[in-house]
């Protein structure tokens, strides 16, 4: 199984500041890799996929980078519908699942 | 528009048995793969289980391989998930979600809003 951690699990940021969430894998791969987004009492909501592109509709505000075993998200400006929890997902060998980084208002 | 209603989520005692739903609209559903995602209160995701667009290939995690099965019903447009056995662990939202292409592992594009499992006597 391939695990994915996250880091940091928290994170306290203002808006407008350019934050930057991390995701590591166990073992390697190329970009098949996703972002999720996730408010309370909502499903999640794809941001990101191949590790690089934004989903539909996604503002583009959002990046995200890597390959290998280092991923990140960057959100390039906080706004305020963005704090939020934030999941990366690996689907290069079936399915799994970072624990997830909450974004918090500082 | 694409919608996933999730339903068939309730109270069940340890060692019982539920059916979950997931009735989809607004796309072709057989072009598609789809999954169960679950997350237990306060927790992360955890997949549970894929089936590709046909229906002839079907995925299922480690824990809960052997208790569930997952089918789809394509001139229903319908998603289902049997859950046999069930545990105090397997208490959760499940939410079904979309891929964008009609075999597995992928990514999911679109969630349904969830139906929640709560397993306890």
């Known amino acids: 199984e391939v695990v994915m951690t996250q880091s940091p699990a928290t994170l306290s940021a203002s808006p407008g500041e350019r934050v930057t969430l991390s995701c590591r894998a166990s073992?390697?791969?190329?970009?098949?890799l996703a972002w999720y987004q996730q408010k309370p009492g909502q499903a999640p909501r794809l941001l990101i996929y191949?590790?690089?592109t934004r989903a539909t509709g996604i503002p583009a505000r959002f990046s995200g980078s890597g390959s290998g075993t280092e991923f990140t998200l960057t959100i390039s400006s906080l706004q305020s519908e963005d704090f939020a929890l934030y999941y990366c997902q690996q689907y290069n060998n079936w399915w799994t699942f970072g624990q997830g980084t909450k974004v918090e208002i500082k | 528009e694409m919608r996933l209603v999730a339903s068939g989520g309730s109270l069940v005692q340890p060692g019982g048995s539920l059916r979950l739903s997931c009735t989809a609209s607004?796309?072709?559903?057989?072009?598609?793969?789809m999954a169960w995602v679950r997350q237990a209160p306060g927790k992360g995701l955890e997949w549970v289980s894929g089936?590709?667009?046909?229906?002839?290939?079907?995925y299922y995690g480690d824990s809960v391989r052997g208790r569930f099965s997952v089918s789809r019903d394509n001139s229903r447009n319908t998603l289902y998930l049997e859950m046999d056995n069930l545990r105090a662990e397997d208490t959760a939202v499940y939410y079904c979600a979309k891929t964008n292409v009609k075999v597995i592992p992928t990514y999911l594009d679109f969630w349904g809003q969830g139906t929640l499992v709560t397993v306890s006597s």
């Open positions: 607004g796309f072709t559903f057989s072009s598609f793969a």
């Open positions: 089936i590709s667009g046909s229906g002839g290939s079907t």
């Open positions: 073992q390697s791969f190329s970009n098949n």
């Open positions: 191949g590790a690089s």
